[in-house]
């Protein structure tokens, strides 16, 4: 009698409790002003964590959780519903090589990323030019000796499609050539992955953020020109892209704040710095 | 007079009573049964309503792409609309093979190591042991082999890169071994010792009567085991997609980095489109994984009624 009177007491509970969560859910998402949910770029992820850091200081009412996949998840996930707010590696609102504009979202500006070609410490490669990565992405160049480096096969890792450093690397490093896909080749999720893959690996060459550029791995010089913060902004170094973060329409409330926040300078010069991504008023 | 009316008053009292407590027992148990009918009911539609919806979004794909190039061709480049996903199809099976061929005589000696010839304390120490290996999440076993693993293998093997099938069914193997061995562990103990003292009064050796007597006796349960490892080896999915390379080519030995079914539907589904073949193939891929998974099941259940 106990044990029936329990569970059903239990179970009408959680039906109020499941009920009562959906429906304050669904009457607080007109007004959805505290909730921040930032999704998307890998590449962006260490100034999105970082400003969600501080923003939360100043607003600890304001529920703010902040994840990582790929940049085209950015915006997919914010037409869909699940974020309020996609960062992307790449303007969302305009089309580029791979994916098409998407509709109804409004980009905002955040970041100056540059991007590094990056190979194992143990690697004695200093320079690459644009028609040697070129060969080497694309599976022509197979081995180090003909880039002027240790008799051994390049192993190749890549991005996964969908990653916004992929496109933008492709675009800017490799001119729009096309990658291999068989071979010495294998593919990771995202730039944590990338790190560790070149840096187990004394043969492998990748790229990644320059913000990810420390511990076993190395970043090599492009056309004659190291991938430096300041080499960016005096415009020697080409291969970097505008960071965004996109959102359903004109943002409200608490990711107005936090978008505000992001592009105000103190964290444009302060943390953003840091962090060797390059303020966006820097560029002309 | 009063003592009478008393005595009699008093049966009375009780047959109701007992009457009453009888019909609320009967309505509890009545409730009880439609509430756990209700519960399984729910499972069950839960159940099939995914199965119905994977299948259904999996099969939207065959309206761009024909079953043959989706089965039996190899090129994998959704960019440029083609959807072949042999290579993965086939690297599943080889990996699930390849890792039961690693797998499965180790879990079996000692899962017979552990129930016949452990003395009790050492069984004490080693079935823990082994029950905490399964709860170890898996993308730990993953990182590892990422950064144990694969190091050595190129180190040993002297190849490039060192993904490919040999560290995931490394890998896997490391992950399905307590599965396996535990379960097979309780088969062989399950065997009844009249066997064994038979088998020992006949003169047999403590080797003669594990090989003929007792394990011939558990082996529906170790079979058991095995399907059941490989259901988890098939599903596996975040130590995979690490050690696996996650290149769309086919395997041409152990050490070329490949992709299975698991491991590219775990990178590529976030970044897909809703409503595209893309979509859909990753979908159908999923819906493989699953009728493989139920094929397994069935066999075990086959097994079952057939064996002790």
Redesign the interface.
Known sequence: ?KM?KR??IA?LSTVAAVGFTFGSISSTKAASSNKIVVAGSTALLPVTQQAAKEFKRSNPKVSISVSG??S??GP?SVL?GSATIGAVDWDATKSVP?FSAFKGLKAHKIAVIPFATIVNKSNPVKNLTSSQLQGIFSGKITNWKQVGGKN??I?VVNR???SGTRVNYQMKALNGKSFM?????????KSG?MV??VS??P?AIGYVDLAYVKGNIKAVNFNGVAATTSNVINGKYKVWSYGYLVTKGNPTGANAKYIKYVQSSKFQNGSLKKLKFIPVSKMK | MAKIEYELQEPKLLINKDKIVKEKVYVQNQLFKIFCLLSVLFLGFILLSIIVFIGKTGLLVFKDVSLKEFFFSTTWEPFEEKYGAASFILGTLELTGLTLLLAAPISITVAIFTAEIAPNWLKKILRPILDLLVGIPSIVYGYLGLTLLIPFIRKVTGTMMGDGLLAAAIVLTIMVLPTISRISDDAITAVSSELREASYALGATRMQTIFRVVIPHASSGVLTAIILGMARAIGETMAVVMVIGNTPQLATDLLTPTAVLTSNIVNQIIDVEFDSTWNYALYMMAFLLLILSNVLIFIIRKLRTKGV
Do not use: L
């Open positions: 009698m029936f569970i059903t179970a996949s790929s085209v998840a997919q869909r791979g051994a096969t192993v996964k499609f969908g896909t068989k071979g010495n080749y294998k593919e990771v999720g992955e560790t893959s187990t690996n043969n």
